[in-house]
């Protein structure tokens, strides 16, 4: 009978549990002896105190005891934690990739998907790759969690044991929609997830222009969304050809965001600031990117509808 949703529920609860027990223990005993000790010795009923020099039992007892406690919290925990980085040869494979705001989640067959689709009481194991901030996969149902850091290749790997669906997080914390930065593991059973794995006929190839990936490369989406809502900086959606009121030389003014205006942004951010947008925040990206790659990023923005 399996005591969780995933193969290591069992490994960090009872880790957790003993923890938790050990240290609630301590601090009601602790605080108990504290409030005895000061109504059993206050000055009214003891007249004539005594100094102590010390005591060598009673520091062996402190000692011991909480260093076997230590010990055991460390065994509780390694056994855990161990099984976590031993993965099956079994297992099968799928690339999780983090990015402001998102997870992708990459099939061997190329399929993608913004939900983490397995089958059930199969080994998963997740290659976790962070296409521009850290970020932190986590899975509170399952007791897993691994951070997504760029250029380092880090993986984590479970059994899911009940068909269902599970909240996936981001707990590291990496930008302004952080919080947004969920999705779900839709666990099905055998059947439904080959038929799901193998119907590639609502997958979208999504062609995206080369400006996009400059784009993101440069961060840019840190700053910029693409949906509409307000970042550090306007959004892209919608912004070529849109009419804006920006700051210049601290008089307003309306001018319209066209090829020269957007190349002029990249070049001089701090020329012309869109109201209520604060200056200084963008740092200039002469030198930095190409005028080739400059010309690619409009084009790109031109299909930001």
Same mark, same amino acid.
């Given at each position: 009978?399996?005591?969780?949703?995933?193969?290591?529920?069992?490994?960090?609860?009872?880790?957790?549990?003993?923890?938790?027990?050990?240290?609630?223990? /301590? $601090?009601?005993?602790?605080?108990?002896?504290? $409030?005895?000790?000061?109504?059993?010795? *206050?000055?009214?009923?003891?007249?004539?105190?005594?100094?102590?020099?010390?005591?060598?039992?009673? %520091?062996?007892?402190?000692?011991?005891?909480?260093?076997? @406690?230590?010990?055991?919290?460390?065994?509780?925990?390694?056994?855990? /934690?161990?099984?976590?980085?031993?993965?099956?040869?079994?297992?099968?494979?799928?690339?999780?990739?983090?990015?402001?705001?998102?997870?992708?989640?990459?099939?061997?067959?190329?399929?993608?998907?913004?939900?983490?689709?397995?089958?059930?009481?199969?080994?998963?194991?997740?290659?976790? *790759?962070?296409?521009?901030?850290?970020?932190?996969?986590?899975?509170?149902?399952?007791?897993?969690?691994?951070?997504?850091?760029?250029?380092?290749?880090?993986?984590?790997?479970?059994?899911?044991?009940?068909?269902?669906?599970? %909240? !996936? @997080?981001?707990?590291?914390?990496?930008?302004? @929609?952080?919080?947004?930065?969920?999705?779900?593991?839709?666990?099905?059973?055998?059947?439904?997830?080959? &038929?799901?794995?193998?119907?590639?006929?609502?997958?979208?190839?999504?062609?995206?222009?080369?400006?996009?990936?400059?784009?993101?490369?440069?961060?840019?989406?840190?700053?910029?969304?693409?949906?509409?809502?307000?970042?550090?900086?306007?959004?892209?959606?919608?912004?070529?050809?849109?009419?804006?009121?920006?700051?210049?030389?601290?008089?307003?003014?309306?001018?319209?965001?066209?090829?020269?205006?957007?190349?002029?942004?990249? !070049?001089?951010?701090?020329?012309?600031?869109? *109201?209520?947008?604060?200056?200084?925040?963008? &740092?200039?990206? %002469?030198?930095?990117?190409?005028?080739?790659? !400059?010309?690619? $990023?409009?084009?790109?923005? *031109?299909? %930001?509808?």
């Amino acid at each position: 009978m399996f005591s969780g949703a995933s193969n290591f529920v069992e490994g960090v609860d009872t880790a957790f549990a003993f923890i938790f027990g050990v240290s609630a223990f /301590f $601090i009601i005993a602790i605080t108990a002896f504290m $409030i005895y000790t000061v109504i059993r010795f *206050k000055r009214s009923k003891v007249k004539n105190p005594k100094q102590f020099r010390g005591s060598v039992t009673l %520091e062996l007892i402190w000692t011991i005891i909480p260093t076997i @406690l230590v010990l055991m919290m460390f065994y509780y925990g390694y056994m855990g /934690f161990a099984p976590m980085r031993n993965v099956p040869d079994d297992v099968m494979e799928v690339e999780a990739i983090g990015r402001m705001w998102e997870w992708e989640f990459v099939y061997e067959n190329g399929k993608s998907s913004k939900d983490l689709v397995i089958p059930v009481n199969r080994p998963v194991k997740l290659n976790l *790759k962070a296409e521009d901030v850290n970020h932190s996969l986590f899975i509170p149902a399952f007791r897993v969690k691994e951070d997504v850091v760029p250029g380092y290749d880090n993986y984590m790997w479970f059994t899911p044991y009940y068909i269902g669906d599970y %909240e !996936i @997080l981001c707990t590291e914390y990496c930008g302004m @929609l952080h919080s947004a930065m969920t999705a779900d593991a839709k666990v099905l059973d055998s059947a439904e997830f080959e &038929q799901w794995y193998a119907d590639l006929s609502q997958q979208k190839e999504e062609e995206k222009p080369e400006g996009f990936e400059i784009t993101k490369s440069n961060g840019c989406f840190a700053c910029h969304s693409r949906d509409g809502s307000k970042l550090v900086g306007p959004s892209f959606k919608g912004l070529y050809g849109s009419e804006n009121v920006v700051i210049t030389d601290g008089e307003e003014r309306t001018i319209t965001a066209d090829e020269d205006y957007l190349k002029t942004s990249i !070049i001089n951010p701090n020329q012309d600031v869109v *109201k209520g947008y604060n200056p200084g925040l963008m &740092q200039s990206y %002469e030198g930095v990117i190409s005028d080739e790659d !400059i010309d690619k $990023i409009v084009e790109y923005l *031109k299909t %930001e509808k």
